[in-house]
């Protein structure tokens, strides 16, 4: 069955750092991935996919992920973090028919001023 | 842009009663899904519908079924709330052809008292 693993639960940054948040999936083929943000009482906005081509996916709000397929890693990165950036990303698989995904159990992101 | 609504942000129950939850989405999508979102567990599937009264069974299906009349509307039902049903509850939806990302409402916080 298809899986997803976010091993962070929280990560803190200070403003203007970079960010690393890091995703692993279990899949048998190639993998459909997706990278959401939830901003708090909101429902889920999408940041950037991959299916197929180029493996460094460039998304909105200046974030980017690189698909790694030796390492089954999608790795969600963005060179420096804003105050607003602070939300709960997850990291989601294309899983089965009817564009059913499955979840990762989600990263809390702080940002220290 | 998509657009999907769901009909509260809040919602207070009691024990034992029957609850209704409504999503609607205006881009004409076959597919549509519930989740609901529980700290430490991500999204969890409840159910899906990719047709009007189609409906498949997700992940955690029991205590719950689910309603499409229309194709822009679907409903989920608790038969009888339980205090364990207390949850953030999301409806997305998404094109049948192709791969594609699941656009979601803005969520109903349900407390089940």
């Known amino acids: 069955a298809q899986s997803v693993t976010q091993p962070d639960i929280h990560i803190t940054v200070s403003e203007g750092a970079s960010l690393e948040l890091r995703c692993n999936y279990s899949?048998?083929?190639?993998?459909?991935l997706f990278w959401y943000v939830q901003s708090p009482g909101q429902g889920l906005q999408l940041l950037l996919k991959?299916?197929?081509?180029?493996?460094l996916v460039q998304g909105i709000k200046g974030f980017e992920a690189e698909f790694k397929r030796s390492q089954s890693s999608f790795n969600l990165r963005k060179p420096s973090v804003h105050w607003s950036d602070a939300a709960e990303y997850f990291c989601?698989?294309?899983?089965?028919?009817?564009?059913?995904?499955?979840f990762g159990i989600g990263t809390k992101l702080q940002v220290i001023p | 842009d998509v657009k999907v609504t769901q009909s509260s942000r809040y919602l207070v129950k009691r024990t034992g009663e029957k609850v209704f939850l409504e999503c609607v989405q205006d881009?004409?999508?076959?597919?549509m899904f519930w989740y609901r979102q529980d700290p430490g567990l991500g999204l969890r599937l409840i159910y899906f519908?990719?047709?009007?009264?189609?409906?498949e069974k997700g992940d955690i299906p029991e205590g719950y079924s689910v309603s499409r009349e229309k194709k822009e509307r679907f409903s989920l039902i608790l038969e009888s709330a339980s205090t364990n049903q207390t949850s953030m509850y999301l409806c997305?939806?998404?094109?049948?052809?192709?791969?594609?990302?699941?656009?979601f409402g803005p969520g109903t916080r349900l407390t089940v008292t």
């Open positions: 991959y299916f197929s081509g180029d493996t």
């Open positions: 519908s990719y047709d009007v009264k189609m409906k």
């Open positions: 989601a698989v294309l899983s089965g028919g009817y564009q059913k995904v499955t």
């Open positions: 899949y048998g083929a190639t993998p459909y």
């Open positions: 997305a939806s998404s094109p049948r052809t192709g791969v594609n990302e699941q656009y």
């Open positions: 881009m004409d999508h076959e597919n």
